[in-house]
């Protein structure tokens, strides 16, 4: 069986960047905002997909559609 899990690292500190940050509004109030923690890896369907700060492997997912 797969599982999907996000590994964090509590003690990880630094600003939020807005360049994977998506919006409709084309900006978001989160950019630059110091999160408590950041994830350093993320295993999606069993599969490492991002290791840190770097995507895994070719993207599996889709592009969200607004509206």
Do not use: H
């Not at 994977?20 to 630059?32: D, E, H, I, V």
């Amino acid at each position: 069986m797969n599982g999907d899990v996000v590994l964090v690292d509590p003690d990880a500190r630094g600003p939020l960047p807005l360049d994977p940050l998506r919006s409709r509004a084309g900006w978001s109030r989160f950019g630059g905002v110091e999160p408590a923690g950041w994830p350093v890896v993320t295993v999606l369907r069993g599969q490492i997909a991002y290791r840190d700060g770097a995507p895994g492997g070719a993207p599996r997912g889709q592009p969200l559609r607004y509206g």
